[in-house]
C-alpha cells in the first residue's frame, strides 16, 4: 500500500460508523432526507473492505470470527428493535452475520471449497443477513481483486448498480434510473485512500467500534420511541 495515503484503518472505521449512523437516522428518527441514505449507501462496502483486509492481516482467523459472531448475537435485539419494533424479527439478521459468511467465504475460496462456497450463499439466501447474499460476495470480491482498482470497479457496480432492486431516482429529466444502493460503488474513493496502516485505537478502539453498532441502534429505537 502507499503509505502516503491519507487513510488509515481507524480513520476509515470512523467514517463507515459515521456515514452507517446517517442512514440509521434517515431510516428512524429523521425520515425524508434521502441524501442521508444516499450517503449511508457507502458505509457496508467499507466494513466490507475492512473485514476482507482483516481476514488478510489476521493470525486468528477463528478469533476474528468468534467476535464477529458474539457481537452479531448481541446486536440482534436491538437491530430487530430498530428495523421492525419488536425484540424478535426472524426475517432480517444485522451486518455482523453477513461479514461473517463474508469470511467464512474467503476461507472456503481460498480452500478451494467450492461446495462449501455454495452452501454460504444458501446460508445467505435463507437467513436473511443485511444486504443478503450480495453482501457476502462484496466481502469476498474484496477479497479476490485485492489490489485490482479495475476489477473492485467492476464488482462493486456488478453487485450494487445491478444486484439489487429497490428504490430508484430519477436522473437526466426521468429519462434515467438510477438504483439508490448503486451509490455504494462511491466508497472505492475513501476506500482507494486507504494506506495500509492500522492508525491509533488499537484493542480499545476494536472494541468501542463493535459496541457502538447496537449502541446506536438501541438508543435510536428510543428515540423514536418517545417522539
Known sequence: MNKKLPLNATALRCLAMGL??????????????????????????????????????????????????????ITEVPFNLMVSGSPLFPFHQNVLFTLLLGLLACRAFDDRKYGKLILIYLAAVFTFPDYNALGIMTVLAFHVFRGSKPMQLFAMAAIHCFGYQGQVIPLLGGAVEFPVQGFAVLALVPIWLYNGEKGPGGKAFQYAAYAFYPAHMLLLWLIRSVI
Open 20 to 73: 452507517m449512523l446517517l442512514d440509521h437516522m434517515w431510516a428512524t428518527v429523521i425520515p425524508g432526507n434521502d441524501w442521508m441514505t444516499y450517503l449511508g449507501r457507502l458505509a457496508f462496502p467499507i466494513f466490507a473492505f475492512q473485514a476482507a483486509e482483516g481476514y488478510h492481516h489476521t493470525h486468528d482467523f477463528k478469533g476474528y470470527c468468534r467476535r464477529l459472531l458474539v457481537f452479531g448475537l
